[in-house]
């Protein structure tokens, strides 16, 4: 394989959470008086971490978000989890892949390592991944479209920057990677490939994914 570690995106990329947490999103904001559809989420806040949603909002309109917001918004989403999350069609497959080749790999995500455990646990991809290869925006103190995260992900696994590819379905974790200096394989199950700008390579079935990578 050309690359010495794969890097992947969490939501959307390995677990099939980005329909529940941005259905649930964007009822809540529109819930606290700050109307968003369904498909303004995705838009405006689709791979981010949580400070994006408040900066966003504030920035729109003036007024800050609850100090719970956080805290109501991931007990809605975890509980949903609970009920209808389910792995991303053929991550699994690619995973026993990456084992079987010998190929290390970890997780970078925007979102809270409790919200990336909840979705692992739920789905069964933890018995895939050992703690020290789960690395969360948490970590940082700032999440995508900085570079910081990948590159934090890269140098805790022990592997240069221009030795990564990162998988990636959102517009600000393409930034990032491109940003951190690391090939991109743009997943566009989600995301219209226009949106994806600076990919290495598109691919739209994450079957595809080992063999593109070789």
Not at 17 to 27: D, F, M, T
Not at 109 to 136: C, K, M, N, P, Y
Not at 152 to 161: D, F, H, L, S
Request: proline residues 5%; aromatic residues 8%; glycine residues 8%.
């Amino acid at each position: 394989m050309r690359y010495d570690l794969v890097i992947f995106d969490n939501d959307g990329v390995l677990v099939d959470s980005e329909p529940i947490s941005n259905r649930l999103l964007a009822g809540y904001l529109t819930e606290l008086g700050h109307p968003t559809s369904y498909e303004e989420s995705l838009r405006d806040y689709m791979g981010s971490a949580m400070h994006r949603v408040h900066d966003l909002v504030e920035e729109r309109t003036g007024e800050r978000l609850p100090d719970d917001f956080d805290d109501v918004f991931h007990a809605r989403v975890f509980a949903a989890f609970e009920r209808e999350l389910k792995p991303v069609t053929g991550a699994v497959e690619v995973l026993e892949r990456l084992v079987a080749d010998g190929v290390p790999y970890c997780v970078a995500s925007s979102g809270s390592h409790e919200r990336i455990r909840v979705g692992h646990r739920t789905t069964g991809l933890d018995a895939w991944f050992e703690d020290q290869w789960v690395f969360s925006s948490e970590d940082m103190g700032r999440g995508k479209p900085a570079p910081d995260l990948f590159l934090y992900a890269a140098e805790r696994m022990g592997v240069a920057p221009e030795r990564c590819v990162v998988v990636e379905d959102s517009p600000l974790g393409v930034r990032a990677a491109v940003a951190a200096g690391m090939d991109v394989y743009g997943f566009t199950a989600m995301t219209p490939a226009e949106r994806l700008v600076g990919v290495t390579q598109l691919f739209g079935d994450m079957g595809q994914l080992v063999d593109l990578l070789e």
